[in-house]
Structures are given as C-alpha cells and as structure tokens.
C-alpha cells in the first residue's frame, strides 16, 4: 500500500507549515485608536465638578456655567438670569485645570455666554544646558489657553440650540500655536416627564502647528564648499488637529416631595480615542444637598480608572442669590486620583 503512505505525506505536510506560519509574529497590530494624535488633549478633560462626579456624563443636564463646555445647548435651560462659575482641578502630574464661565439669560433673546479655560503644566521652570546645569537665568513654561464665546436659545419650548466661538492656543516656552474652534449643540426635552436627548459636537475647528523664535536656525547649505553657514532657516513642525468629539447624552430626573433622582448618560464618539460610555446618578435631598457618583469612559481601549464620586451643597442667600459648591474625587488608578472644586453664584 504505498501509495496510501505517499497520499497520507501529502496532505500531512501543509499541516506543521500551516501552524508554523501562524506562530510567526506579525509586523501590524490590530484595532490601533488615534490616542494621543491630536493636539489641545486639555480640551478633552472636562470641566464642573457635577459633571465629572456623574462619570462626566454632562450633555443632556443643564447645570451651571460649566454647561457651555458640555453642550452649549444646555445654556438656555439655567435657573436664573446670571451664572457664574469658578472650577478648579487639581489634575495628573501636578498639572491643574481652571476654567471660569459666565452666563446671562435675557427675556425674549436667548442666552448669552463667555468662558476662559487655562491648563497649567509647567511654571516658570529653570532652563538647564549641559555646559550651565544648575540653569542658565532662562525660565521656561508650558500653558495651554482656550477662550470661548457662546449664545443659546429656546426655538421652542421643549427644543434648545447653542453654538459657541473659541481660540485656542498652547505655548511650550517661546514657541506657541493657535486654532480657532466651533462647538455646536441641541437639547430636546421629551414629552415623557423628567427625560431629556442631547447631542453635542466639540472642537471643529483648524489644525494647530508651533511657531517661535526657538524654531529659527542657522544652516549651511553646502558645508563642502565653504559657502554661509549663518543664514537663518526656520523649522517647519507638524500639523495636529484638534480632539473632535460628538458626544450623545440622556438624562432623567425623578422629584418626590423632598427627593430628587437624577440619571444621566453619554455616548462619546472622539477622533482620537475609541467609543466609549460615560454614566452617573444624583441622589438630592431637600434641594439642598447632593450624593454623586459615576463610572467614566466604559468600552474605552485601554481604559484606566473611572469611577467617580462627588457631593454638593445648594443654598439660597440673601433672598434670590444662590450659592452651589460641588467637589469630586476621579479614580485614575496607577495614575493616581484627581480632585475637583467649583463654586457657582447664580441670580
């Protein structure tokens, strides 16, 4: 019967080919997101301690002038004719984010909004060389700056849409980059009680590219022929684009007597991350007081930490003037925790 050992060799040797090609390492990776691709990532940090507390679910609940970051939409649907807020964030690396906001709500008309975010990285820190160590009087920093106009409106009674204007601009030492941005939102209040949709996108703008004095050489041309090696050639540094992100919200708020349930989610489509889901819950006792928490960023790749906890404190002073202060602790996991505090005045 050989030719029924030659038939059985036959088809026996693709076999260990086969499984031999399949255990050689491949030079592609699979399912790779755009992380860390763009610039401005500080635009993608979030800002209100309400917000951040609920998993940073903040697009379907108008909260405070934190809003305007969230969705701008959501402005329209503030208590009061004036809010004011003042957030701060003491976030990773010893880096912090402070962001201040004002909204003014005029009958008729609309809402009307301007906000500053500043993220601190690095102050005025000693520029070191290898012949000078210990410095060498030069001071160096590392900033990054957005400021942001915005308007929103009722264009009926259930329906809400806001648009807001903003420059942006990060600056490494001598060298700076700016960007001009749209964000665009809507709020739709259901006919159901309590339940609202939300749709936000964030960040459409141009590209940033760096520019500066640092990036200014000299260049020889042709250093074999002794021709001028002092003519002056400026550095050309990528183009980055900014963190585009569509975010879609839902949030449900349930009163009792004094009760107050409140539950929000977002769906987050960015450009330079994979999809994820933000969550969180507002239990409010007596209008008074509040207990958050939230888990953030679920489904994301490579996804650290997440959970979330806050509480805050509400209270009217002085007849029409009321005073909020919320503060959240963010679990980051090996990157530590992060906290945040903010305080709005509203009239």
Do not use: C
């Amino acid at each position: 019967m050989p030719w029924l050992v030659l038939t059985a060799l036959v088809f026996a040797l693709p076999l260990p080919v086969a499984a031999q090609e399949d255990d050689r390492p491949q030079n592609f990776a699979e399912d790779v997101t755009n992380a860390g691709t763009s610039a401005a990532p500080f635009l993608e940090i979030g800002v209100g301690a309400r917000a951040q507390a609920m998993g940073n679910a903040g697009t379907a609940l108008p909260s405070d002038g934190t809003s305007l970051y969230w969705n701008p939409a959501a402005a329209a649907n503030l208590e009061g004719n004036v809010n004011v807020t003042f957030d701060r964030t003491s976030w990773l690396a010893g880096t912090t984010l402070d962001y201040v906001a004002a909204v003014f709500t005029f009958a008729g008309i609309g809402s009307v909004g301007l906000s500053v975010m500043n993220f601190e990285m690095v102050d005025e820190q000693p520029v070191r060389s290898i012949l000078q160590p210990e410095g060498t009087g030069e001071f160096y920093s590392a900033s990054d700056l957005a400021l942001s106009a915005s308007y929103a409106a009722r264009l009926t009674p259930r329906f809400s849409a806001g648009i807001s204007g903003k420059y942006v601009q990060e600056t490494l030492w001598n060298e700076t980059a700016g960007s001009y941005a749209l964000d665009l939102g809507v709020v739709y209040r259901t006919n159901l009680p309590g339940l609202s949709l939300a749709a936000s996108i964030s960040n459409f703008g141009s590209d940033m590219q760096l520019s500066g004095r640092d990036l200014l050489r000299p260049y020889d041309d042709d250093p074999s022929n002794f021709s001028n090696d002092k003519l002056n050639v400026r550095l050309a540094t990528d183009e980055f684009s900014l963190p585009l992100q569509f975010r879609f919200g839902m949030g449900y708020v349930m009163e009792a007597s004094m009760h107050r349930l409140t539950l929000a989610a977002d769906l987050l489509h960015p450009s330079d991350n994979s999809e994820a889901v933000n969550l969180g819950g507002e239990y409010t006792f007596f209008d008074t007081i509040s207990f958050r928490g939230g888990v953030a960023a679920l489904f994301e790749a490579d996804r650290t930490g997440g959970s979330t906890f806050g509480v805050g404190l509400q209270h009217r002073v002085l007849g029409q003037l009321g005073v909020a202060a919320d503060y959240t602790y963010a679990n980051w996991g090996i990157l530590n925790a992060t906290h945040r505090v903010t305080v709005t005045i509203r009239r």
